[in-house]
T-cell receptor, first 112, second 116 residues
Framework: QQKVQQSPESLSVPEGGMASLNCTSS?????YFWWYRQHSGEGPKALM?????GDKKEGRFTAHLNKASLHVSLHIRDSQPSDSALYFC????????????FGKGTSLVVHP | GPKVLQIPSHQIIDMGQMVTLNCDPV?????FYWYKQILGQQMEFLVN????????KSKLFKDQFSVERPDGSYFTLKIQPTALEDSAVYFC??????????????FGEGSKLTVL
């Protein structure tokens, strides 16, 4: 079973619109969460981290974490064509399992 | 920002040959990782490495795979012999630690391996 599940698999939003990406983990030991963004032909780059329940806002990007429901989301407001990319949710436990586990990703297309 | 350098960017080899993928991690980072990505899909963990030793490896890290980082040189992934299913993009990453903020991974641009 996939430990980190992302939805939707793909998403298309108009320029200026809101994109909402979701991530659910099946391991209650996950404590640290990141969103990574990968543009075509490049390596993933960390976009945001979130470790505490609630919202974290950085510019146009807002992450939300609910540890009780094991749910993380990423919201992109005023989406731009340059936001078109593959978005990964990654999670890690606080000890023992040291590797971040990645979801399968959400492909976002922002169309003009 | 901090950069991870990977060499080569693309390698084409015949099945059964050996290949070495090289990674120059961020200079003060201590933890190193290799991930495998096929067709722009999921990032699949292969192995992580600290203080000269493998910390954890996945089922994808077959016996034909090995990693090392001789002092002051590249962190390398060696595959010997290669198989057709090894064709993928291999990403190296590094982190300064394992905690919250220090556990963030910095990825290279990837090494695309094509096995014929």
């Amino acid at each position: 079973q996939q430990k980190v599940q992302q939805s939707p698999e793909s998403l298309s939003v108009p320029e200026g619109g809101m994109a909402s990406l979701n991530c659910t983990s099946s391991d209650r030991n996950f404590q640290y969460f990141w969103w990574y963004r990968q543009h075509s032909g490049e390596g993933p780059k960390a976009l945001m981290s979130i470790f505490s329940d609630g919202d974290k806002k950085e510019g146009r990007f807002t992450a939300h974490l609910n540890k009780a429901s094991l749910h993380v989301s990423l919201h992109i407001r005023d989406s731009q064509p340059s936001d078109s990319a593959l978005y990964f949710c990654a999670a890690r436990t606080s000890g023992g399992n040291y590797k971040p586990t990645f979801g399968k990703g959400t492909s976002l297309v922002v169309h003009p | 920002g901090p950069k991870v350098l990977q060499i080569p960017s693309h390698q084409i080899i015949d099945m059964g040959q050996m290949v070495t993928l090289n990674c120059d991690p961020v200079s003060n980072h201590l933890y190193f990782y290799w991930y495998k990505q096929i067709l722009g899909q999921q990032m699949e963990f292969l192995v992580n490495f600290y203080n000269g030793k493998v910390m954890e490896k996945s089922k994808l890290f077959k016996d034909q795979f090995s990693v090392e980082r001789p002092d002051g040189s590249y962190f390398t992934l060696k595959i010997q012999p290669t198989a057709l299913e090894d064709s993928a993009v291999y990403f190296c990453a590094s982190s300064s630690g394992l905690g919250g903020n220090t556990g963030q991974l910095y990825f290279g641009e990837g090494s695309k391996l094509t096995v014929l």
